[in-house]
């Protein structure tokens, strides 16, 4: 789809000064532009880069005045970084602005679905499903029995929903993620072996989840494992059976959290953290990445470390730890003169 600069200043209720007919198809960076792409230049730092970039058009701030001839095409406004974040939006919507059902596709018994709904070749829908409006369902997605999902919500080619989940309105569940697999529920049968534990519970996603790729959501054992309401998941996390995640909450790739955790709300949480099972982390606590959580966490702390401390307490103890080794040599020889003394 191609859009003339003429349109695109339209939009973004900008000025061209260039080619109003200037045609762009695609997207770029200003270092990286090619013809026939669309770019911008808002850092100060990336100003060179406007005199000798193929793109044909160029965002730019009111303030930019070239120092010389460029060749592109520009569009000024208000905020270059704000219109082209704009830009990016509208593309990703006309990108993603995808309906109706592609064969093959399986649908199973007494499934309920909702106007505007896309149906990717390759889906399986179970029994006893209900999809609201504007649904969009991208191939080979699997949707077990008894699932509910929400009006607005989207999930991604090769995600997997299992039995009894329920997703809100306005989720994106992302390529690869699993939700409602069983929880890692298993008892020592007293011969060396373990037993499973039925895990008979579900998952709930409430409203304006982020699910990132890779990440699993496991089903609770009895209940459920519950994801509030604004909830941003970043990719290849592990949520626990029973694990309940605080409204608004972020979490970053590659952390943990275990079963019967139980997160607060506006909690910032960092790449590779791990939360041990059955604890409290209170509301809006900050966690560092790669900290271990072993102990319950009260509302507003900020924590760094594994076993994790206090964050200003960690780098106090980092300063020590870096000068350990001197540290070892002068009380090596302070006991060697102590015992001087002693021998004297």
């Known amino acids: 789809m191609k859009f003339k600069a003429s ?22 960076k200003i270092e990286e532009g090619e013809k026939g792409s669309l770019s911008f230049l808002s850092n100060p730092k990336y100003i060179p880069y406007i005199y000798n970039t193929k793109a044909t058009v160029v965002i730019v701030n009111k303030a930019f005045e070239p120092e010389k001839e460029v060749s592109c095409t ?7 970084y704000k219109a082209f974040s704009k830009i990016l939006a509208f593309y990703n919507e006309v990108k993603l602005n995808k309906s109706g059902k592609e064969d093959p ?22 029994n006893n499903v ?4 504007n649904v969009k369902i991208y191939p080979n997605v699997y949707i077990g029995d008894n ?16 039995s009894e989940s329920i997703i809100g309105k306005e989720c994106t569940i992302h390529s690869g993620a699993i939700i409602g697999a069983d929880g890692f529920g298993f008892a020592p049968n007293g011969e060396g072996a373990y037993d499973k534990i039925p895990q008979i519970g579900n998952v709930v996603i409430e409203d304006n989840v982020d699910v990132g790729a890779a990440t699993t959501i496991d089903r609770a054992t009895l209940g459920s494992t519950i994801i509030r309401r604004g909830v941003k998941l970043d990719n290849q996390i592990q949520i626990a059976h029973n694990a309940e995640i605080g409204e608004n909450t972020v979490i970053a790739a590659q952390s943990g959290v275990a079963g019967s955790a139980k997160i607060g709300k506006n909690c910032m949480i960092g790449g590779q953290v791990g939360i041990a099972g059955h604890l409290v982390i209170g509301d809006n606590v900050k966690i560092q990445a790669q900290a271990g959580i072993g102990r319950n966490v009260k509302d507003n702390e900020v924590l760094q470390g594994s076993p994790a401390l206090p964050y200003a307490d ?31």
């Open 130 to 133: 209900t999809i609201g409006d």
């Open 147 to 162: 699932v509910t999902i929400g009006d607005n919500t989207s999930v991604f080619t090769g995600s997997i929903i299992n």
């Open 314 to 344: 960690y780098n106090k103890s980092y300063v020590h730890f870096k000068n350990l080794s001197k540290l070892v040599s002068k009380i090596d020889i302070l006991e060697k003169e102590i015992k001087a003394l002693k021998d004297k």
């Open 105 to 126: 596709h399986f649908i199973g018994e007494n499934v309920s679905i909702g106007e505007n709904i896309y149906l990717g070749a390759f889906a399986y829908i179970g």
């Open 7 to 28: 349109q695109i200043a339209e939009v973004l209720e900008g000025k061209v000064v260039g080619n109003p007919d200037a045609e762009v198809s695609k997207l770029s």
């Open 74 to 80: 520009m569009i000024k406004v208000d905020d270059a």
